[in-house]
C-alpha cells in the first residue's frame, strides 16, 4: 500500500467482520466505481492450492448464507473512510499454469444489489405518494445499516383508493429506480460514513454544497491532476415540450421547459437548447406529473460541458468524491469553477492509489469569482 494509506477489508454475513491476514495478503488490487446511481467493486486476490480463500469465498456460495458483506475502508492522513460496502455477486477464477497458483477476481455491487433479488409486483401502495411508497420499501432494509434520505417530491399527485391503488413493479429496486425516473430524481446507496451503515439517498441530484479540494491543471507544481480534457456539447442540450390538458375547457395547452429546480447553473454562460423534444403520453396525465416528467427531462439533457481525468490520490491530497461538486483550476477561462463529478473509478495497487473521473456542468465559465485550492 502507498505510503500513508491503508486499506481495510471487512466481509461478513449481515455484519463484517476484519478478514484473517492470509486474506489481506492474498489482496493484490481493488477497483470500485461509483456512478450517478450505481457502485460496484473488484477484487483480485493470488490463490494458492491450500489458501484459506477457499473456504472464504469459495464455499460460502454454496453454504446456507445468502449472501456476504465487503466493506473496504481506506486510512488517508489518519482518517478512516468507507469506500464501499456492498454485496458479492460473482466469483472468477483464473489458473495461471506458469506460475503455479491462480487469480481469484470477485466482483460485487453495493448494498442496492440486495433490493434487487426478490420481485414484489403487485404490491399496494393505497393513497401513497412515491416518497411514501420509497420510505416504505426502504424500511425492509435497516437491519443492514440503511438510513434512508428521502426528499419529497415538490409536486405530488395522490390518486384516490376507490378510483386507483398504484402497485409495485418488479424488485424495490427496479420500483425506485422508476419512480426516480419519473419525477426526475436519482437514487444510490452511499457507503458510511461509519463501517456498517450507508445512506439510501432518493431525491433530486445534489448540485451544490461545499466543493471538494480543487483540481488543478497548467499550474506547474501545484498541478494535481494527471490529465484533464474537456468537451462542450451543445447539441445534446434538449427543451422538452409536454401538453397539458385544461380540465374545465378541455383545451390542449403546449407547456415548455427550460428551467428545472433540481439543476442550479454551474456555469456563467447557459447555451439555449438546440433542440425540441415533445413528450409522449401526458396530456391525460395530472398536471403535477407532467410538470415532474418535464424537469426529469431537463436535468437528463442539461449537461453540456463534460471532463475526463486522472490523479493520484497522495498527489491531490485526498480521495475524490462522486455526486458532489469540486473546483477546476488552470484549464481555461470557459472551463474554470465549479463542477459536479458525476463519476469516480478507484485503482488501488501495492504502492499506488489511483482515479479517473468525470465531471458534468450545465454552462460555460465559472459563476464564481474565485475558485478556493482547499474547501472553505
Request: no cysteine; charged share 15%; aromatic share 8%.
Given at each position: ?24 495478503d492474498a489482496l493484490t488490487s481493488v477497483e470500485i466505481t461509483t456512478s450517478s446511481d450505481r457502485s460496484g467493486f473488484q477484487l483480485t486476490f493470488t490463490l494458492a492450492n491450500n489458501s484459506v480463500l477457499q473456504t472464504l469465498f469459495l464455499l460460502a456460495a454454496g453454504s446456507p448464507i445468502p449472501m456476504l458483506r465487503v466493506i473496504l ?104 429506480r422508476k419512480l426516480a425516473e419519473e419525477v426526475g430524481y436519482v437514487f444510490y446507496v452511499d457507503p458510511g460514513p461509519a463501517p456498517g451503515t450507508s445512506t439510501a439517498y432518493w431525491g433530486p441530484s445534489m448540485r451544490y454544497g461545499v466543493p471538494q479540494p480543487a483540481l488543478n491543471a497548467n499550474m506547474d507544481s501545484w498541478t494535481n ?152
Amino acid at each position: 500500500m502507498a505510503n500513508g494509506l491503508y486499506l481495510t477489508l471487512l466481509a461478513g454475513p449481515v455484519v463484517a467482520v476484519p478478514v484473517p491476514k492470509p486474506v489481506t495478503d492474498a489482496l493484490t488490487s481493488v477497483e470500485i466505481t461509483t456512478s450517478s446511481d450505481r457502485s460496484g467493486f473488484q477484487l483480485t486476490f493470488t490463490l494458492a492450492n491450500n489458501s484459506v480463500l477457499q473456504t472464504l469465498f469459495l464455499l460460502a456460495a454454496g453454504s446456507p448464507i445468502p449472501m456476504l458483506r465487503v466493506i473496504l475502508l481506506v486510512t488517508f492522513g489518519g482518517i478512516p473512510q468507507v469506500v464501499m460496502d456492498g454485496v458479492i455477486q460473482h466469483h472468477e477464477i483464473a489458473p495461471d499454469a506458469m506460475r503455479g497458483s491462480s487469480k481469484l477476481v470477485i466482483t460485487g455491487q453495493d448494498l442496492s444489489g440486495m433490493m434487487d433479488l426478490i420481485n414484489m409486483t403487485g404490491f399496494p401502495y393505497p393513497a401513497m405518494t412515491p416518497d411514501l411508497r420509497v420510505l416504505t420499501m426502504l424500511a425492509k432494509y435497516a437491519a443492514f445499516g440503511i438510513v434512508p434520505v428521502v426528499i419529497p417530491v415538490p409536486a405530488p399527485d395522490v390518486e384516490v383508493p376507490v378510483e386507483k391503488i398504484p402497485m409495485q413493479e418488479g424488485t424495490d429496486l427496479h420500483y425506485i429506480r422508476k419512480l426516480a425516473e419519473e419525477v426526475g430524481y436519482v437514487f444510490y446507496v452511499d457507503p458510511g460514513p461509519a463501517p456498517g451503515t450507508s445512506t439510501a439517498y432518493w431525491g433530486p441530484s445534489m448540485r451544490y454544497g461545499v466543493p471538494q479540494p480543487a483540481l488543478n491543471a497548467n499550474m506547474d507544481s501545484w498541478t494535481n491532476v494527471e490529465s484533464l480534457n474537456f468537451r462542450f456539447e451543445k447539441q445534446s442540450s434538449v427543451m422538452p415540450v409536454a401538453y397539458i390538458q385544461d380540465p374545465t375547457t378541455k383545451a390542449i395547452i403546449p407547456v415548455p421547459s427550460s428551467v428545472t429546480p433540481f439543476s442550479p447553473p454551474l456555469g456563467l454562460v447557459i447555451p439555449p437548447q438546440q433542440k425540441i423534444e415533445m413528450l409522449e403520453d401526458t396530456s391525460n396525465k395530472p398536471v403535477g406529473t407532467t410538470l415532474m416528467r418535464l424537469w426529469a427531462k431537463a436535468v437528463e439533457t442539461g449537461d453540456v460541458v463534460t471532463g475526463d481525468g486522472t490523479l493520484d490520490v497522495q498527489r491531490y491530497g485526498a480521495i475524490l468524491k462522486a455526486r458532489s461538486l469540486v473546483g477546476v483550476r488552470g484549464a481555461g477561462v470557459g472551463f474554470d469553477g465549479l463542477h459536479y463529478v458525476d463519476s469516480t473509478t478507484h485503482t488501488i495497487e501495492a504502492g499506488q492509489y489511483k482515479q479517473s473521473f468525470t465531471l458534468k456542468r450545465n454552462g460555460l465559465i465559472a459563476n464564481i469569482p474565485l475558485v478556493p485550492a482547499m474547501p472553505y
